[in-house]
């Protein structure tokens, strides 16, 4: 069974602060990736991975970083925390020889951030 | 830019059949639509996956039609427990790096009743 773990369920951070969101995969996926989902706009696509170092852009990458020095671990970075980036964060990862091929995302229990 | 639509909600009765339609305007030419299913505070789930006409597993069946330009998902007989928002994620352009860029649907909130 795949598993995706984020580290915390739930946090709570102040303006200004650095967060950090930590994925891990335990299946040797190439893949993964960060969403946060809003009511009313789904899932967007903050930025995704498709090797270690590698890191391509998404949908809103703005206000937003990744790290990804080993394959099973991917990390979300807020350098400086804001209310606006109050929202539930989920990690994914997959299988595909490239992305967008037949492959399955598997996601992570998502980590509801709250900014105040 | 591309969009790729969902009906917000749907209701239904325990037993019947729901179709769930996902409009995708621009859809790349090549690669696959996949469903997922997901439930109050868990992340979404693999339902089902195609790249045209008819695609049926245990859970669901999908529809493609020729022009790709929307996709179907069917949930035959539909119980309590299928209440849950649903998404497809759709390939919607090229990546620098090869591959597909993809996008969610704004996702539909599906309501069971007894």
């Known amino acids: 069974d795949v598993k995706v773990t984020q580290s915390s369920r739930y946090l709570v951070k102040r303006t200004g602060e650095k967060v950090f969101l930590e994925c891990v995969q335990d299946?040797?996926?190439?893949?993964m990736f960060w969403y946060r989902q809003d009511p009313g706009l789904g899932l967007r696509l903050i930025y995704f991975?498709?090797?270690?170092?590698?890191?391509e852009k998404g949908d809103i990458p703005e206000g937003y970083s990744v790290s990804r020095e080993k394959k099973e671990r991917f990390s979300l970075i807020l350098e400086s925390a804001s209310t606006n980036q109050t929202s539930m964060y989920l990690c994914?990862?997959?299988?595909?020889?490239?992305?967008?091929?037949?492959?399955?995302?598997?996601f992570g229990p998502g980590t509801r951030l709250l900014v105040l | 830019l591309a969009k790729t639509t969902q009906p917000i909600s749907m209701d239904s009765y325990e037993g019947q059949e729901v179709n769930i339609t996902c409009s995708h305007n621009?859809?790349?030419?090549?690669?696959?639509i996949t469903w997922y299913q997901q439930f109050p505070s868990q992340g979404p789930r693999f339902i089902i996956q195609?790249?045209?006409t008819k695609v049926t597993n245990e859970v669901a069946s999908l529809f493609i039609p020729a022009d790709r330009k929307s996709s179907t998902l069917s949930l035959p007989r539909v119980s309590l427990s299928d209440t849950a928002v649903y998404y497809c994620?759709?390939?919607?352009?090229?990546?620098?790096?090869?591959?597909?860029?993809?996008?969610f649907g704004t996702g539909t909130q599906l309501k069971v009743e007894l």
């Open positions: 994914a990862s997959s299988f595909a020889s490239r992305i967008g091929g037949k492959e399955t995302q598997y």
């Open positions: 299946m040797d996926h190439e893949n």
């Open positions: 991975s498709y090797d270690v170092k590698m890191k």
């Open positions: 621009n859809i790349a030419t090549n690669d696959y």
């Open positions: 195609g790249y045209k």
């Open positions: 994620l759709v390939p919607t352009g090229e990546l620098t790096g090869g591959g597909n860029k993809l996008t």
